[in-house]
């Protein structure tokens, strides 16, 4: 987690960082009306962290190879020889979404922790490998590096000067081997879903009212599970209140696709020597 941090934690990061807002603030207008960008920093800034990572010069820091599974994060690089690093790039707009600027969003692709203690209404899979499949079988370690702004339409700039909500998140998140130290649960909330709208279970309706109806007249066995929003039981079957291609449906859930992790759970870890680290660092720019 140092190393990785000693990365992106240089002036030069930072000041490239500053040149992109720069170059989005003199170019907002085209951006927004010519081009219709609604994250305007996404591709400029993925360029830069893949410039100062792979160019960093750290006499502890090494890439070897890429990491060639099909399934892992944006990046994954084999480093020292002894680490498979994937590195899942995020952009936060605290304009539009400031709730998820202190969580960490991460996809079912992107880490391989055991969240099976989270809830028994839905599977929350985990795609990632714990280690290489192929010798000589490196663990995997997965980070996420988040850029967070405000952009309200009319103007652009990074967040700046606020201990609270910093301009970098980097947070390390636990290999699945370590489930069990955290109660196979680092889970706050989830933000996405995969549905299977194909599913025999699933009901698509044409409006809103014609949903109510049928929930409605079937009181028996169609019922709102308590202390869950949209979420029924029908017939033993849990189904969900969403729509599908902008129809209303009760659709059967397949499994959490987006998580948002809490921060609190894997901030203070330990090392085999029982030494702590911290699992979540910040970069904040002046």
């Excluded at 591709?43 to 892992?72: G, K, Q, W």
Aim: charged fraction near 25%; charge should be neutral; include cysteine.
């Amino acid at each position: 987690m140092d190393i990785l941090f000693q990365v992106f934690n240089t002036s030069k990061f930072k000041d490239d960082l500053i040149s992109i807002e720069k170059e989005i603030k003199d170019k907002y207008e085209d951006y927004r009306d010519t081009w219709k960008l609604k994250n305007k920093i996404k591709i400029p800034a993925e360029r830069i962290v893949y410039h100062h990572l792979y160019t960093a010069e750290l006499n502890s820091f090494t890439i070897n190879n890429l990491y060639t599974s099909a399934v892992s994060s944006d990046i994954g690089i084999i480093v020292n020889n002894e680490v498979v690093i994937c590195l899942d790039f995020k952009t936060n707009d605290l304009c539009g979404n400031k709730t998820d600027i202190k969580k960490i969003i991460v996809e079912k692709n992107q880490n391989s922790f055991d969240n099976s203690n989270f809830s028994d209404l839905f599977t929350v899979k985990s795609n990632l490998d714990r280690r290489m499949r192929y010798k000589p079988n490196l663990p995997i370690l997965t980070y996420v590096l988040k850029i967070s702004y405000f952009d309200d339409g009319h103007n652009f700039k990074l967040v700046k000067n606020d201990i609270d909500f910093p301009t970098v998140q980097l947070a390390c998140i636990p290999n699945g081997s370590l489930s069990e130290c955290f109660d196979k649960n680092i889970i706050s909330g989830v933000k996405t879903y995969t549905y299977d709208f194909n599913s025999k279970h699933s009901i698509i309706f044409d409006n809103k009212e014609e949903l109510d109806k049928f929930i409605s007249n079937n009181q028996n066995n169609v019922f709102p599970l308590k202390d869950e929003k949209n979420v029924y039981n029908r017939n033993g079957i849990t189904l969900w209140k969403t729509t599908h291609n902008k129809r209303p449906c009760l659709a059967y859930n397949k499994n959490a696709s987006t998580l948002r992790l809490d921060p609190d759970t894997i901030k203070l870890r330990y090392d085999s020597s029982n030494n702590e680290w911290d699992g979540i660092k910040h970069i904040i720019i002046q």
